[in-house]
């Protein structure tokens, strides 16, 4: 059974970093790929950050610069290593796992990221 559980979220004041991890179960990244996701209040949920089976990685323009997406295969964790936040970035943020195989994807429940003075 896969399960994505996502933390690392919570309120910082612009400028300022977070961290966010997803904890996998039940996948290899040998055969999925990673993505984080964001949706802010009353909008589309949108692409933040992916990392490919081969460990490339690719970024939203917003967030090029800013956003680290890594992984740790032997804790079956991913991150995103987020920096100079702004207030745009505020929203839950969603882990992916994508099975390049069968195509089907599997979602954690989010965390929330506020941006805020």
């Known amino acids: 059974q896969v399960q994505l559980v996502e933390s690392g979220g919570g309120l910082v004041q612009p400028g300022g970093s977070l961290r966010l991890s997803c904890a996998a179960s039940?996948?290899?990244?040998?055969?999925?790929?990673m993505l984080w996701y964001r949706r802010a209040q009353g909008k589309e949920r949108e692409f933040v950050a992916d990392?490919?089976?081969?460990?490339?990685?690719n970024y939203a323009d917003s967030v090029k610069g800013r956003f680290t997406f890594s992984r740790d295969s032997a804790k079956n964790t991913v991150y995103l290593q987020m920096n100079t936040l702004k207030p745009e970035d505020t929203g839950v943020y969603y882990c992916?796992?994508?099975?390049?195989?069968?195509?089907?994807?599997?979602w954690g429940r989010g965390t929330q990221v506020t941006v805020s003075s």
């Open positions: 992916n796992a994508y099975d390049v195989v069968s195509g089907q994807p599997f």
């Open positions: 990392m490919s089976v081969g460990g490339t990685s």
């Open positions: 039940g996948i290899s990244f040998s055969r999925y790929a």
